[in-house]
């Protein structure tokens, strides 16, 4: 199977693509992890941390051992639980 001039032309533009929508999955993997990890431990909920939205919640100072109680982009349980997960479209889509 060999391919044409045009299909070679237009590879590294779909291997780019195929490569961000991995990154992208990847990436919301771990923030699923994260929440799913935070929604079964509530007791963290009680420890000082910002939220995304900019407010304060907790009452407790955190543990030296950098226990966390909101995920890497900022969401925790008490700011609403309902953020939702964003995917965008690749840079460069073209349909």
Known sequence: MTMNDDELVGLP???HRARWWLQVLFTEGIELQERLLLLN???EEDLLHW???GDLHGSQP????????VTGTGWCPRSGGTSPLTLSAPPHHRR
């Open 51 to 53: 939220s995304a939205t």
């Open 62 to 69: 955190p543990p030296l051992s950098g226990q966390h109680s």
């Open 13 to 15: 533009s779909q291997l």
């Open 41 to 43: 431990r509530p007791w």
